[in-house]
C-alpha cells in the first residue's frame, strides 16, 4: 500500500517522556479519524514500548528512544520505537507474560502481552549490547 503520511521522533530515555510520546502519535493518527478506543489502543501500546526503552533498554541510565511511524492510505499504522540500549538476549522469553528483567522492581512482566492484545501485529527485533526495535500495526477502522 502506499504510504500517505510519515513521522520521525527522537526524545531522551526520561521517564516523563512517555507521555509526550503517546501525545504525539495520538496527534499523528488523528488524520484517520480513529475512534476513542482505537486511539487508547495505540496510545498504550505505545507507552509500553516507551516504558521498556526507559526502564529495560537503558535500565535508567541517559539514551535516546527513535519513534517512526507510516500511515497507508488503506488505514494501516506502523509504529517502530527503538533504543539502542542493552538489548534483549533472548526475545521469545523476554515476550511471555509475567517475565521481567527488572527483579529489583516491581514489575508485571505484561508489557509486550499488552502491546499484542492492543495491536495488530507486534515484531521484536532485539541484538544484545545494540538495542531493541519494536514494530506495532494497528488498522484504523477496520471494526466498520
Known amino acids: 500500500m502506499k504510504t500517505m503520511n510519515e513521522m520521525k521522533l527522537n ?22 479519524d480513529p475512534t476513542v478506543s482505537e486511539l487508547s489502543d495505540i496510545k498504550t501500546a505505545v507507552s509500553e514500548a516507551v516504558t521498556n ?16 511511524g507510516k500511515i497507508s492510505e488503506d488505514g494501516k499504522v506502523v509504529l517502530s520505537i527503538r533504543d539502542r540500549g ?3 538476549e533472548d526475545v521469545a522469553r523476554a515476550m511471555e507474560p509475567l517475565f521481567t528483567t527488572a527483579a529489583d522492581e516491581e514489575r508485571a512482566g505484561l508489557g509486550f502481552a499488552v502491546m499484542q492484545s492492543f495491536c495488530d501485529k507486534v515484531r521484536v527485533r532485539s541484538t544484545p549490547g545494540k538495542g531493541t526495535t519494536v514494530t506495532l500495526e494497528k488498522r484504523i477502522g477496520a471494526d466498520e
Open 11 to 32: 526524545f531522551p530515555s526520561k521517564s516523563r517522556n512517555e507521555a509526550f510520546a503517546r501525545s504525539a502519535v495520538a496527534a499523528f493518527v488523528m488524520d484517520l
Open 86 to 88: 542493552c538489548g534483549i
Open 53 to 68: 526503552c526507559i526502564v529495560h533498554g537503558y535500565r535508567r541510565q541517559s539514551g535516546t528512544i527513535y519513534i517512526t
